[in-house]
């Protein structure tokens, strides 16, 4: 449970295409899971926002505060 409320205070964006990837890799072989990773870590970082709030929070030492944008 302490886990799933720390995951819950990620970037929304980040937590859902790691869902999909994990998902997608179970069921595939490893150059293909590969390739859902390196899809899901690119559209992850479409989330600008977020990306900045996680590089200023990890800076200043508090806690982020993501949109998911």
């Known amino acids: 449970v302490a886990y799933g409320e ?3 205070q990620w970037p929304p964006l980040a937590i859902r295409m ?6 997608a890799g179970m069921e595939t072989d490893l150059q293909t899971a ?30 982020g505060v993501y949109t998911g944008t």
């Open 34 to 63: 590969v390739k859902y990773e390196s899809v899901g870590l690119t559209h992850a970082r479409r989330a600008v926002n977020d990306v900045k709030e996680s590089a200023a929070s990890f800076r200043e030492k508090r806690k």
């Open 6 to 8: 720390q995951m819950a």
């Open 18 to 23: 790691a869902k999909k990837v994990l998902q």
